[in-house]
């Protein structure tokens, strides 16, 4: 005997998050102003939590069946059909635990070792968690802050081998709020069906929209290749649910389904009836919640502006990135500098990637005055840095 087994190398090799150690810290700190989780700041609309309470006093909580109750399906099909123009009966969706449930499940679904994924850099960090679980190969490809955060569909085109199989895009995107215009969704999905890929479309977001349009790529080239997550988290300020969802074609829906029959069984059936509650619920909560982050994206556009430190007017999603370049610092040094110093959490860019590794992240899933506040010390924290800096 010379001990313990190796446990496996994928998620051995796999950092933590870099979101997580800021947030760990902060919560030491009593007097923190905590710009740096993205999770609303609303509580979830009372009618979905007394319908998740008659529910559960029913008696009737018991598994469901995988790929959720028939009767949210039903309803999840009739919001894609009128929020998204994605055409789609109850066996092509998975009812998952939130967007990222569904997402790692999909890539589960599709990746084998060694198979390569492009992914938007930044992007949301859990992309490059879940293929260090599958062993699939991280391409970025570059959304950087001279474009608007949006991609080159050439430059994605030029980063495909043999080895390619998805195409991550996020729009609206985390971290950035970057909105991607039907035209460039467009030429992404040519980009796919030139080289026989499947699309993954994250639109977590998707009814978190301040400018312009949501656009749903399965909209325009059908669920057979697209594949879409959605989840109830940001949307109805759901985030402790654990409920999104997943539409792609019936056969994807059953790998699917496989996957989640060994990890899951199903999602609670409590939160199955509050997403249903909350589809029932009318659009009213999501449009006030969705006013209030647009009231917050303007106050801290018009911020960073003064301050100097805006890189661009985020469109949707609830984040804006800040341009911390001057302070000297890298994004994940100066997030520690200031936390410590000044007691405000931010999200440093590198936990997104390389390419916004001189920003940082504020969430709008703050309250103003938590914004203002915040803001202000951390341009002063930049300016002091920078005078510093020049002596
Ligand atoms: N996708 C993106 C881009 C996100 O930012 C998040 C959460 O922050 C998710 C998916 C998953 O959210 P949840 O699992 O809470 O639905």
Redesign the pocket.
């Known amino acids: 005997m010379t001990g313990l087994p190796l446990l496996a190398a994928g998620p051995l090799a796999m950092p933590h998050s870099g979101i997580r150690e800021v947030i760990n810290e902060a919560l030491l700190l009593p007097d923190c102003v905590r710009l740096e989780v993205?999770e609303p700041d609303f509580a979830t609309p009372e009618h979905i939590v007394e319908a998740a309470f008659a529910f559960a006093r029913s008696g009737a909580v018991r598994y469901t069946g995988t790929a959720g109750i028939p009767s949210l399906r039903e309803k999840l099909c009739e919001k894609l059909a009128t929020v998204n123009r994605i055409a789609a009966v109850p066996a092509q969706v998975n009812v998952g635990v939130?967007?990222?449930?569904v997402?790692s499940a999909a890539f589960g679904a599709i990746i084998e070792p060694g198979d390569e994924v492009l992914v938007p850099d930044p992007a949301?960090p859990?992309y490059e968690l879940m293929l260090g679980v599958t062993k699939g190969v991280l391409v970025p490809y570059r959304c950087g802050p001279e474009t608007g955060f949006l991609p080159d569909p050439t430059e994605v085109e030029s980063r495909i081998t043999s080895r390619t199989k998805l195409l991550v895009i996020?729009s609206p995107s985390?971290p950035t709020g970057a909105v991607f215009p039907r035209s460039l969704l467009e030429a992404l999905v040519a980009v796919a069906e030139r080289h026989d890929l499947y699309v993954l479309s994250?639109e977590?977001?998707d009814e978190v929209v301040f400018d312009g349009e949501h656009v749903s790529p399965a909209s325009f080239a059908g669920t057979d290749r697209v594949i879409s997550?959605f989840?109830f988290?940001?949307t109805y300020a759901m985030?402790g649910w654990?409920i999104?969802y997943l539409v792609s074609s019936r056969s994807f829906a059953d790998q699917v389904n496989k996957i989640h029959e060994s990890n899951i069984s199903c999602v609670s059936a409590v939160s199955q009836k509050a997403a249903e509650a909350a589809l029932d619920g009318g659009s009213e909560p999501v449009i006030s919640m969705t006013a209030a982050y647009r009231r917050r994206r303007d106050l801290c556009v018009e911020l960073l502006q003064q301050h100097g430190l805006l890189i661009n007017r985020p469109g949707g999603a609830f984040y804006v990135m800040a341009d911390v370049s001057a302070s000297g610092l890298g994004a994940r040094d100066f997030a520690f500098d200031l936390l410590r110093t000044h007691r405000v959490a931010v999200a440093p860019g590198t936990a997104f990637g390389k390419v916004a590794r001189a920003s940082v992240r504020i969430s709008l899933a703050s309250s103003e005055s938590a914004l203002r506040i915040g803001i202000n010390t951390l341009a002063a924290h930049v300016r002091e840095l920078e005078t510093r800096r020049h002596g």
């Open positions: 993205g939130g967007g990222i449930g997402i949301w859990c996020n985390n994250d977590c977001y997550a989840s988290s940001k985030t654990r999104g």
